[in-house]
């Protein structure tokens, strides 16, 4: 079966590729980045940070995300209502509704993973042992799958390999730590659990074919493909429409399972009246915009003007989101808005790739041409906000090259 190139979610255009080990010296990021990256040597803290903190404080409204309260959640799902199927069993499950075999026939299903470049495409992969090794599901320990090598990626020698993405942990409601593979088992049980009747479990063949072409990646495209996944779960449980009790309004199949009711602390219950209720969905939309705003204020402020700048230069631009959104929501929630909670997962203690987006832009627009300059500009403006990069810099063209 060929497994045709799976969409990269509504918040994201390009993938990234693999890391890269060399790591640029401070002096080549530039002051503000030196600044954060290093500190301030004579102090032993960021003068970045000690300012920030006074000069730039946000209401404590704004400071949740529902994206982390989402995954805290689901860590606690784990712990309190863990899925009936083991890791290998909901595996099957999904592999046969995604390539419409059987759970018994899942394990054989192999496809070709279609990278960006025709060089990097991997043919005639497994999704199941490809997905167990990567997760370091139990007794994946025995197993090998052999791949085309693509240098600065996991699968650089011809192999796959377990990543440190999933093997890390989060944190529950109440404090306990939950393996991410955990994590992303309890999701795709949720999904699992669909009427195949329901529009929204079509949402698990994206889920699949990006989770399985993460695998011949890095830990940055691992982390981008669990924030689609999270996203999609929180539109899926938005759409709500089947009965908890199982019951559907459409035909369904002897295989069709009841449509998984949600945790009260997701969706509260109608009894509780409907002024309650009604309180519940204005903030859920709230939230739901709020995130949304993060997301876009990250990309119109950082990313987009990198991926301008670099928009030629392949290894870096193709960094950006994975690896570019990790460092600068941690320079956001850890610098300059201490307290703030963003729609991103936070690799930085296992990411090798965080260099990549490491750049002073400010300093490269300003000390450039006037197409920089006229760039910069349009970022700056709030209206914006929300807009592809390719959109906002119509007209204005990069110069080929940039320092690193």
């Not at 669990?226 to 759409?239: P, R, S």
């Not at 989101?321 to 307290?339: A, Y």
């Amino acid at each position: 079966r060929i497994a045709g190139r799976a969409s990269r979610g509504a918040f994201s255009h390009m993938r990234s590729v693999g890391h890269r080990q060399k790591r640029p010296s401070t002096e080549a990021m530039g002051p503000l980045a030196s600044k954060v990256v290093a500190g301030d040597k004579t102090r032993g803290k960021s003068p970045v940070r000690s300012c920030s903190r006074a000069n730039h404080p946000l209401h404590r409204g704004m400071l949740p995300s529902l994206y982390k309260r989402r995954v805290a959640q689901l860590a606690q799902e784990v712990i309190d209502s863990p899925a009936a199927d083991t890791l290998e069993d909901t595996l099957r499950k999904c592999i046969a509704f995604c390539y419409n075999v059987t759970p018994e026939w899942a394990p054989f299903v192999r496809v070709t993973a279609f990278a960006d470049n025709p060089s990097e495409h991997q043919m005639n992969v497994p999704v199941y042992d490809t997905l167990r090794i990567t997760w370091s599901a139990p007794g994946a320990e025995q197993l090998e799958v052999k791949c085309q090598p693509v240098m600065g990626t996991d699968v650089m020698y011809g192999r796959v390999v377990p990543s440190t993405f999933w093997s890390q942990s989060a944190t529950t409601v109440d404090g306990k730590q939950v393996k991410y593979r955990e994590l992303v088992h309890q999701l795709l049980n949720w999904f699992v659990q669909l009427f195949d009747s329901d529009d929204r479990k079509q949402l698990l063949v994206n889920m699949i074919l990006q989770l399985h072409e993460a695998c011949f990646n890095c830990v940055g495209r691992h982390k981008e493909v669990f924030e689609y996944c999270i996203y999609d779960l929180l539109k899926a449980e938005a759409t709500q429409k089947a009965d908890p009790c199982g019951e559907d309004d459409g035909e369904t199949s002897p295989t069709d399972k009841p449509t998984p009711s949600l945790p009260s602390s997701v969706v509260p219950s109608p009894s509780v009246g409907g002024q309650e209720h009604a309180r519940f969905i204005v903030r859920q939309f709230t939230a739901h915009f709020l995130d949304r705003h993060k997301r876009d204020a990250l990309h119109l402020s950082t990313i987009s003007p990198l991926k301008f700048l670099f928009q030629h230069k392949y290894e870096v631009f193709e960094n950006l989101d994975s690896h570019g959104s990790s460092f600068w929501g941690s320079v956001f929630t850890e610098v300059f808005f201490p307290g703030l909670e963003i729609p991103f997962e936070s690799i930085v203690d296992i990411d090798k790739g965080w260099s990549w987006a490491a750049i002073d832009f400010l300093q490269l627009c300003n000390k450039a041409g006037q197409a920089e300059k006229e760039a910069l500009s349009r970022f700056s403006a709030p209206e914006n906000l929300g807009r592809d990069w390719r959109q906002v810099t119509a007209g204005p063209s990069p110069p080929a090259r940039h320092p690193r």
